[in-house]
């Protein structure tokens, strides 16, 4: 079974406006971490101050919480 990841990409710059966006699902990590790889050369460049790029699993997306019960 493979994981299903999706990729987040967090852009700051240096004017204060923030561009956030989600790309996938990915099957499997190697992919998701390529293609953040890819994102953050992309959207670095000139009035860009960070790029921060993460992949989540889609059942960590999924999660809810539960309380133990007693």
């Given at each position: 079974m493979t994981i299903k990841y999706l990729l987040a990409i967090l852009v700051f710059q240096t004017q204060g406006a923030v561009f956030t966006g989600q790309i996938g699902p990915f099957d499997g990590l190697l992919a998701c971490?390529?293609?953040?790889a890819q994102a953050r050369a992309v959207f670095s460049?000139?009035?860009?101050?960070?790029?921060?790029?993460?992949?989540?699993?889609?059942?960590?997306?999924?999660?809810?919480?539960?309380e133990p019960k007693p």
């Open positions: 971490e390529k293609a953040a460049g000139p009035g860009v101050n960070t790029v921060r790029t993460f992949c989540a699993s889609t059942k960590a997306v999924d999660f809810k919480y539960a």
